[in-house]
């Protein structure tokens, strides 16, 4: 199934039905008076994050929702019926923008949210409303209000506790492989990464977290280059981000600045997030230059850096406590 995390949709609620001009007429009452309905309400344009979605492909191929019109009024004072309310079911982490792409309508963060984006329009009035001492058979009736309608953007940003970053090649496809069932694609050659994909980390029997991989970045991105950066908001409601260096490949320095310079160009407090630097593949480095690139990386970074080999699995334990960790501060940070 192709991956799509951005669509454009139009949206309409339904009318609301009309009031009806209607009089009593039954036999043996004279001057029965009026008895028109009042018009139903129309149908409301709602949104519902389901879990079970990961996706927006479906809204390539639909991209028109419409409410239904109220029911009309009737005689014997019976009101119209109320439209169905049309119910969108959405990836959960689904953002709802308006035209502009800017202004944020909505944010479907939570299993089974429900917003109600438009409100259909209410039913007319029948003539029983319009009844007075000195108008004893009013003929007016109103037509129900028009619905509302709009253009909005769906934006989907993956829910994940941890993301990888890095630059293409860095080993991130295989480290998602190796810590979780994700299957990602891997392959020797750049790029090999065209969507984000999601696997879930199971440490014991409590402890799981959601890690996120997303395409390689390379200098320009927030230019355009390569694949872009507009995969870097699956990533935004990261707790932390993991980021895997490659070792063999050399100047990892300029490597770590790099992405660090897309990050910030992002902005989104990307480059504000917490950060664990894995210098990868390390079963492919004498240790001689491993100590060395990691000392150089220590110290252009300002921060720890973790020794890890994807392939054969060396470091990648004490990687995954440490993410857990950042994520454990995070969660407790949020609930005080």
Same mark, same amino acid.
């Given at each position: ?62 991209? &028109? ?54 409100? +259909? ?6 003539? /029983? ?7 004893? /058979? ?16 769906? %934006?989907?940003?993956?829910? /994940?506790? /941890? ?25 020797? $050659?750049?790029?090999?990464?065209? &969507? ?14 959601? =890690? ?20 870097? +908001? ?26 660090? !310079? !897309?990050?910030?160009? $992002? ?20 240790? %001689?230059?491993?100590?060395? %690139? ?8 300002? %921060? ?15 990687? =995954? ?16």
């Amino acid at each position: 199934m192709k991956f799509l995390d951005q669509a454009k949709i139009y949206l309409r609620s339904g009318d609301g039905g009309d009031g009806v001009v209607a009089f009593r007429r039954e036999k043996f009452i004279e001057f029965g008076g009026p008895d028109g309905g009042d018009g139903g309400k129309g149908g409301d344009i709602i949104f519902e994050a389901a879990q079970n979605l990961n996706t927006l492909i479906d809204f390539r191929y639909s991209q &028109h929702f419409r409410g239904k019109k109220g029911g009309n009024g009737s005689g014997a004072d019976r009101t119209g019926a109320g439209a169905p309310a049309v119910v969108i079911r959405v990836p959960l982490g689904t953002q709802i923008m308006d035209n502009d792409q800017e202004t944020m309508l909505a944010d479907l963060d939570q299993p089974g949210m429900r917003v109600t984006l438009l409100r +259909g329009g209410d039913g007319g009035f029948g003539n /029983a409303r319009f009844k007075t001492s000195t108008n004893r /058979a009013p003929r007016k009736a109103t037509k129900g209000w028009p619905g509302e309608e709009r253009w909005v953007w769906l %934006r989907l940003k993956l829910i /994940a506790d /941890a993301g990888l970053v890095g630059l293409p090649n860095a080993g991130k496809s295989t480290f998602l492989s190796v810590v979780s069932a994700a299957r990602p694609k891997i392959a020797d $050659y750049p790029f090999t990464t065209l &969507h984000p994909q999601l696997g879930v980390v199971r440490l014991s029997m409590t402890e799981e977290f959601v =890690l996120a991989d997303i395409p390689g970045l390379i200098e320009g991105a927030h230019e355009g280059a390569g694949l872009g950066d507009r995969f870097l +908001g699956h990533v935004e409601r990261c707790a932390v981000l993991l980021h895997l260096v490659d070792g063999p490949a050399g100047n990892v320095v300029q490597a770590w600045r790099t992405v660090r !310079e !897309e990050l910030a160009a $992002y902005g989104g407090g990307l480059a504000e997030k917490p950060e664990i630097i894995g210098l990868n593949k390390s079963d492919s480095m004498t240790p %001689r230059e491993t100590s060395a %690139r990691a000392a150089a990386l220590r110290k252009a970074s300002g %921060r720890p850096v973790m020794l890890l080999s994807g392939a054969t699995g060396q470091g990648v334990p004490e990687v =995954l406590r440490a993410l857990q960790a950042a994520i454990i501060a995070d969660r407790r940070d949020r609930a005080a």
